[in-house]
């Protein structure tokens, strides 16, 4: 093998549905289908297990055991130190209970080394994790966490023989892609490219409008928006697009008049909770009735409160659902809280690279990724998932994002955020 070449916004935890969320800070397991291999074999030169006792006194005899089980190592590359370290800790609970379920599978034909290395935080702890890892000869690697080690290290890994599985792609920026990667979460541009269908197909929106921070976040999310606004099969156009400082809200709203006022029916908003707040605020004397939808950075209670009652029809937001089903019962068993969206990534990380092993032909990392790229009907955190290719990358259709609505509580005048559809 080759030797090893040199490289979210800190994931973001989420607060639950019916409150306000803010940004930055069983088991039924896919069966190990081989072709032609007898699941009870008989043959003479099959050992049986160590200790059996024998067949006596008319008794069925039992199906002889494997005398070994090949063996996949996993190596679990998460912060335990440095400004990530909390996302680390979380994400740490939801492979505990990976683990803890994959244990309990006595039949599979392959069992699991596990190992952890420590990222610190940083994208040079990223990239020696992995090395140590790659060195060490393990089959799967899953992690990192902060985007800047994940982007510096997917073209590395995808040019190593090793499957690598991100939690989370968040923020970070995937420069290349293979067979080999994966990831459970989409990155954040994801949030673009649904506000962009949602605005054209649904609601047959044609005129669109972005606005966005500097820098690498906010031009992406911008492109991938236009990108899904304008591929449409009707005629539609962006009629208006500026670039904003985040700290000047004054800028923001005088930018929303002017994109109401250029005929715009679709403002996709990528800024934090202040610049977001005063976009709302102009939708009041908003004759042309423009929808605004805004990204999880401002998913906060003003910025809903804002839109005032008779735009609050007209506002959308973007973000992920929280973990639900039996991972979050367990979650609540084990810890006395509820789940946050990295623990359910980090959950399903390991669930699906872990089920994929034990189905996979051999322990081969491109058998494995090969089985892995098409699973379905997978265990998640987030409901029943698939991996999906999108954009050339691949990763799980339920850990994604989704359109969120506001909902008024019942008998009351209180609105939150809490529909998603």
């Known amino acids: ?3 090893l070449l040199a490289r979210a916004l800190c994931a973001l935890p989420l607060l639950g549905i019916l409150f306000a969320l803010g940004c930055p800070p069983e088991d039924g397991s896919l069966p190990p289908t081989l072709p032609g291999v007898d699941p009870t074999p008989t043959a003479p030169s099959v050992d049986t297990a160590p200790g059996a006792p024998p067949a006596g006194d008319g008794a069925t005899p039992a199906p ?3 005398a ?4 996949v190592r996993v ?6 130190s440095g400004p990530s370290k909390d996302i680390g800790a979380e994400m740490r609970r939801g492979v505990g209970i990976a683990q803890a379920e994959i244990a309990k599978d006595t039949e599979g034909l392959r069992a699991f080394q596990w190992t952890e290395k420590d990222t610190k935080s940083t994208e040079p702890g990223a990239i020696a994790a992995f090395q140590a890892c790659f060195n060490e000869g393990h089959h799967i690697v899953v992690g990192p966490v902060h985007p800047a080690g994940t982007t510096a290290l997917i073209p590395v890994a995808a040019s190593h023989e090793v499957v690598l599985v ?3 792609l968040g923020a970070a920026v995937p420069s290349v892609w293979n067979d080999n990667l994966f990831a459970i979460a989409p990155p954040a541009t994801e949030m673009g490219r649904l506000a962009g269908l949602d605005a054209r197909g649904p609601r047959g929106f044609t005129k669109g409008a972005v606005l966005h921070v500097p820098g690498v976040f906010g031009t992406g999310l911008r492109d991938a928006f236009e990108k899904s606004f304008l591929a449409a099969e009707e005629d539609g156009s962006i009629v208006f697009k500026k ?3 985040p700290d000047k809200p004054e800028e923001w709203a005088k930018a929303a008049i002017e994109a109401q006022a250029a005929g715009a029916q679709a403002i996709f908003v990528v800024g934090p909770p ?7 605020g102009t939708l009041v004397n908003d004759a042309g009735k423009a929808h605004v939808w805004f990204v999880d950075w401002a998913m906060h209670p003003p910025v809903l409160e804002a839109a005032g009652p008779l735009a609050r029809s007209r506002v959308h937001w973007l973000n992920r659902a929280l973990p639900t089903g039996a991972f979050e019962a367990e979650y609540v068993a084990r810890f006395q809280a509820r789940p946050e969206v990295p623990a359910g990534a980090a959950y399903d990380a390991i669930k699906a ?4 092993a034990q189905a996979a032909p051999s322990s081969w990392h491109e058998d494995i990724a090969a089985t892995l790229k098409v699973s379905k009907d997978l265990p998640s955190a987030f409901g029943i998932g698939a991996m999906v290719q999108v954009d050339g990358l691949t990763y799980e259709d339920v850990a994604g994002y989704r359109i969120i609505e506001p909902v008024r509580l019942p008998d009351s005048d209180v609105w939150v955020f809490g529909g998603f559809e």
């Open 1 to 3: 093998m080759p030797p």
């Open 64 to 66: 002889p055991e494997p």
């Open 68 to 71: 070994f089980k090949d063996i």
């Open 75 to 80: 190596c679990v590359m998460l912060p335990a």
């Open 166 to 168: 991100i939690p989370e």
């Open 243 to 245: 670039e904003l400082p």
């Open 274 to 280: 202040d610049p977001s707040r005063a976009v709302a």
């Open 353 to 356: 690279s872990a089920m994929a």
